[in-house]
């Protein structure tokens, strides 16, 4: 099978192909997009450094399609959940779909973002599929005809080991993250799904942790209480000023576009004209106490930017 990516520019660019357990794919990679190296938790563009977003957008509404692999264990996984309410609970055994669909009734940007200190604008329309299989993998391309259609598609399922939830990528897994022709996807455990974890897999994990001009200090790490974190100091290397913990949360929410570097009332992502001004002389999306660069674009590349 060829799987042939329409290019987003001039340049056809790189031919490369993969091999899987059943067949090789072929991909053509167009060279304005990014080696996609795991620098700084994230993907950036080559050519300029621009932050990669793994979905087309970051605000409006969003049409998201549940997919729960109708296991015992799976249903076992969602009674045992704290956040599960009384009512889906009590539905389980009578009809998986309603449990479900009374489940993300309660995934509204008031619990989703209640985390936050500004609101997105972002809306949700959920809709619920329930299939009599273990994961993703076992669906035909007539059940997953339809998944192109969405936003997204959560699969509820069983993860292996200590995992909560596999951040939002193309499906199948194959698939570059510029593939947008193939549906954006998220595997969250039916044992920790939540209105906050739902956030964290498809919002907070679409953009980079940190842009990829920062620098970083030597590896330090602490134990506290037997857990032992990482305390490496990130640089802005204009200003040579450490990054706080207050930084990294509004980093963000800026390469989300929900910030305002402007100050006009109108969130980035959705700001036809951002203005320069004292704390943002380039207009970009990021702050100049953020930026690492004040002659470049370091706001994030989006598929729908113009």
């Known amino acids: 099978m060829t799987h042939v990516v329409a290019p987003a520019c001039d340049d056809m660019g790189v031919l490369f192909e993969t091999e899987n357990s059943e067949e090789p794919l072929t991909h053509y990679e ?25 979905l087309e957008k970051t605000c409006g509404a969003f049409r998201v399609l549940v997919v729960f692999f109708d296991t015992a264990a799976n249903r076992d996984a969602l009674r045992m959940n704290p956040e599960v309410s009384e009512v889906p609970r009590m539905l389980l055994d009578a009809d998986v779909h309603a449990a479900l669909t009374s489940l993300f009734v309660a995934y509204v940007p008031a619990t989703v973002f209640s985390g936050l200190a500004v609101r997105p604008q972002v809306s949700f329309t959920f809709d619920v599929k329930v299939f009599p299989a273990e994961h993703p993998d076992a669906l035909s391309s007539e059940q997953t005809a339809g998944f192109a259609a969405y936003d997204a598609v959560v699969f509820l399922e069983d993860l292996p080991g200590q995992f909560a939830g596999y951040g939002v990528g193309r499906w199948p897994m194959n698939h570059p993250i510029f593939r947008t022709d193939g549906p954006a996807a998220l595997r969250i455990d039916p044992l920790h799904v939540s209105p906050g974890l739902f956030y964290n897999e498809l919002f907070r994990r679409n953009v980079p942790v940190l842009l990829a001009e920062y620098t970083k200090g030597p590896e330090t790490f602490e134990e506290v209480g037997g857990i032992v974190y990482d305390r490496t100091q990130v640089f802005n290397p204009r200003t040579g000023r450490v990054l706080e913990r207050e930084d990294f949360a509004l980093l963000s929410l800026v390469l989300n576009g929900w910030h305002d570097v402007d100050e006009d009332g109108i969130q980035d992502c959705v700001d036809p004209e951002i203005h320069a001004g004292p704390g943002n002389v380039d207009a970009d999306w990021v702050p100049d106490t953020l930026d690492p660069d004040l002659g470049a674009d370091n706001g994030p590349f989006l598929w729908t930017r113009g």
């Open 30 to 54: 167009p060279v304005c997009f990014p080696p996609y190296f795991y620098k700084y938790e994230g993907y950036f563009l080559a050519s300029t450094g621009q932050a990669v977003p793994r």
